[in-house]
């Protein structure tokens, strides 16, 4: 007697999908696990068997034959799918830690004190130099923008910011302030 899944499944009988899932999962799902050999989480492998009976149902037009082979097929190709889709990370070894780049509270007391000695250096530059230092390096305007803004020229201007530096720098460093 011949099964007749396949001509029940071609005619959208959605009760012949149910039987064909009840009938063939496991055969299915071993395929897939065969393939992908447990590189992906089991949450994924359930995603590739749904996604084998989606793919049974939207082709049942084409099914011919029995549907043991077709669904084979269609398994086998969702894996290779899957797997091409998937590019798994390498995980980290266990016996590494993972490196807190948190600062320490020493570390974040330096810096907040070192961010105040450079704010009080630059409100202690001449206005022109103050505004010039506050653009480029707060507001990240390049000097052509500054140049175009204020019409001035731009190689006055990037020497003006490297004799500000210099300026800065020894400001900083009469202070105490290290500018490594």
Known sequence: ???DLAARLRLGDLAALEE?????AAYAAKIIAAYLNRALP????????SDV??????????LEGEVKPYLAAIARNAARQKLRQSRPSEPLPEDRELADETPLPEQQVETAERADALRRAIDAMPSEDRTLFIRV?????TVEEIAAVTGQNASTLRVRLHRGRKKLKHILLERGVSCD
């Open 1 to 3: 007697m011949k099964d």
């Open 42 to 49: 089991p949450e994924d492998m359930e995603e590739v068997l």
């Open 53 to 62: 009976f989606i793919s049974l149902w939207n082709s049942r037009e084409r």
């Open 137 to 141: 390096y707060y507001l990240e305007q």
């Open 20 to 24: 064909a899932m009840d009938r063939y």
